[in-house]
């Protein structure tokens, strides 16, 4: 039904994939670091290869038949999100939870009426944008008694609607995949500046339904901020609200759908404030004696209200390993941009922060970069990063990635905990060392947003299960340090249990009497948010 | 019980008045305008004018009795918020709504007790911060069947708690007022610089249960973004969230508590984040040949990047009526501010955008700006406006405003229409014109906040009637040509009809299903944010 398609068991499209060299690289640095001389190397499932269950739901109305599919690619395309966790199921061609209907409405009648008959028929909805979850939030798991699922696909509804040049702003349909959003505003000279790692494989509606973080390291982070109005088709009907540049009219319905993770509805289209593409952008690296250096150089720049555009710490190890810097000592991907007027003079007061905690300036540059400088290639390594995770697993690497945001005073024992407890879980579960680190992906005056990542090598038939025993382990450490459970990668199925301890109980009382109102039978991605009843 | 005794019928302390001059400026001023020759003088209410019904709640159990008041005064000083409505009526002596039980917790215990009490007995509550409102938030007009009405006031829960100097925020006590806040946080070097115009007589829960807007004109506008987290105390419980400095963690617990307006329980305390004194600051004046080429500039300083944080275009009639310009044309307060780094040359590169809307610079500043510039001029009578207006009400003068947000591309037509079907409205209702004038008071890239104020004198004996026609008319033009009902004057129970109108149905519902979920017997602030039960 798409003309590009999508690879059905791993990111990108079927005409992209990491080059020979990327893969040789990511072998020679895997083999070093677990001190082996080679991987075995599993092929990616064929479609002929997997048995899916047969479809529950048969009868479908002839009228939404052309809408639907039933097919295996589809099914398959559908069960999965894109973390490690799922390409290592899929991996095994464990694809025992396909959706037993892929539906692919081409406008909001269609839409409607999918609505309408799952309610009906008591089938669970995940809505499905660009499929890029990494927190289980599209996976057809579900437990409570439902007909069977429908996966809906946004694919279609991709355009942009109207234009306000003179409000900066656009209303564009929910299931616009990045790169398309960003083709069809530049006709128009405008920008939404919105560049999550998930960008090529991920679309606005997304972004707003799991509250994605973007480009910006400071400031306005998160698609919230750039939300004018939201557009929703709930079970019980449409939910939309006013376009404004602000209201203090009672509690926000944006932030009402914001976060919500389709679990009370789609979002259909946005109003979307764009900002005008920047003409003017500094860039530089700094390295730090240590980690702890850095850490306090950061903060001074969150604290000094120059806002840069990237402000990206990276330890040591996580600068060594993704072949940006080799000098055993952590830098900080620094740069500035602004449509208007030159910022050499806040990249220079960035600098002087950095130079009074004891930082060394590796390169400046100007525009976007050179790839030679040392953010350059931490950058590339950062946009290529999803392409190697299919051939990681293909050679039995586990990698896998949480991240958090704590006040500046809870995260020195944040690091420590995470960094012990998880490089501790990688023995125990797996019987030999791996590697943790982190970098920070955002910051704030009163804290930081952390980024973890980890790797080992697991058990080959038991990756799934031991991956997952060092995420619970870590996510544990996490909500231990007082740390959220995500700043950006959402709940999904995955981190239910963290984030019911988190939230306030009455909140979630109150928000699971929110959903009922506008999705009487609970249809709306079941256990994502609200839990499924036990 | 409160030492310095706030006045019972208008705005500020007991101590605190307009000077002689002060108000010899107003009453030339407006005789001038109206074309009449001097103002019939009423008297401020006395409280031996006035006469209260009986409190219908009788039966205070001897436990809460201590926090518990029922005399005249605390009764009388409960009974409005501070609008030109609320002082019509009051100094036609009309305290028919009074509160029948006012109650003055110490701390959290207190107010558990009370809240218990109250839903046992099915008391309608109404917190109670600073009692600024203009829009009916706080007065006990309650139509439901209720057993009586008890005010809340936060007054002696006003404690800084903690202080964290690394993640510069601090857990603060809700019912702190605006001075003591600063003053406290000046101990620390800190500050929250939030300066709504009701700063003197408002308090931080008030802010946070209001979605307030302050000193900042661009940028972080909203109390919302300084809020770390909230303690709320519910019927139903305690609803606290965790301390974050950012989260994607499913919708925002927070963002579900503010703007609710003491509908669904009491903010007791908020983990806040806090600035630094700013040390280097820059201001300006500038004028344009119209109004419209002051919006034109102003619009393209919002979307350069530059946030200043004063950015207030003021109309010629405003300024010339606040005796801030009389040069008969419009006039823009501009100011930068920061604690870090010198802000002339943002302040230049917004002069210039200013120039090349024809705009004409009056005088620039540096520091906090002389009272004698245009700007400080204007500052000062925004500072001292609240003072005047018992003066204003004993003459016979109606001053209301209303204030918005609405799309750049909107907001020509809005503001058309707007001063047409006022200075109609003024005509039709009170016989003869009077003057409706704008400022902005926030701008932000996708639209301005305009504020507009009208005078007119109403009929001496029916000013409440009349003010209040005039305000419906200008609801809904407001509501007509798509703004919101407020920017940050809150919904209280003034706005509800344009509130309901504005918000999505949907979200009205699944809202009320929350609040019931934390406020069973629907005690709290009935009919604000939530309608009262037809």
Known sequence: MTERRRKFYAW?????????????????????????DRFDVIDPPKLDEIELQPPRIRNIPTSLA?????????????SYGRSFLDGARMFKRDFAHAPDVVAYPRNEADLVALLDWCDEIRAAVIPFGGGSSVVGGVNPEIKGDYTGVVTIDMWYLNEI?????????????????????????????????????????????????TRAAGHFASGATYIDDYVESIRMLTPAGPWESRRLPASGAG???????????????????????????PRYKVGATVTFPDFHSGVAAVRAISQSGLDPTNCRLVDALEAQLTKSYDGGKPILVLGFESPRYPVDSEQQLALEICRDHGGEVLDQS?????????????????????????????????????ETAVPWSGFRQLHETVIDTVSRAIVRVTGRPGTVTCRFTHIYPNGPAPYFTFHCLPDRDRMYEQCLEIKHAAADAV???????????????????WYQRQRPDLFGLAFAASKRTVDTNGIMNPGVIVPEKP
Not at 24 to 29: A, D, G, K
Not at 66 to 78: M, N, S, T, V, W
Not at 189 to 208: D, V
Not at 481 to 494: E, K, M, P
């Open 12 to 36: 990108g499209f079927e005409d992209q994939s990491a080059t020979p060299e990327e893969i040789r690289l990511v072998e020679s640095t895997w083999a070093e670091q677990f001190g082996i």
């Open 66 to 78: 052309p809408l639907c599919r039933q097919d295996k690619y589809e099914r398959a395309l559908h």
């Open 161 to 209: 609607l109207e234009v306000d040049r003179e409000s900066r702003s656009a209303r564009v349909q929910a299931g616009i995949y990045g790169p398309d959003l960003e083709r069809k505003l530049k006709e128009h000279g405008l920008t939404l500046r919105f560049f999550p790692q998930s960008f090529e494989m991920s679309t606005l509606g997304g972004w707003i339904a």
């Open 251 to 277: 509690p926000s319905p944006d932030r009402f759908v914001m976060g919500t993770e389709g679990s009370t509805g789609i979002i259909t289209e946005s109003w979307i404030r764009l900002l005008e593409r």
């Open 366 to 402: 100007e525009g976007s970069g050179a790839n030679n400088t040392v953010s350059g290639l931490w950058r590339n390594a950062f946009i290529r990063g999803p392409y190697y995770r299919e051939h990681m697993i293909a050679r039995g690497i586990c990698r896998e990635t949480f």
């Open 479 to 497: 909500d231990s340090c007082g740390g959220t459970i995500t700043h950006h990668h959402a709940v999904g199925r995955l981190h239910m249990p």
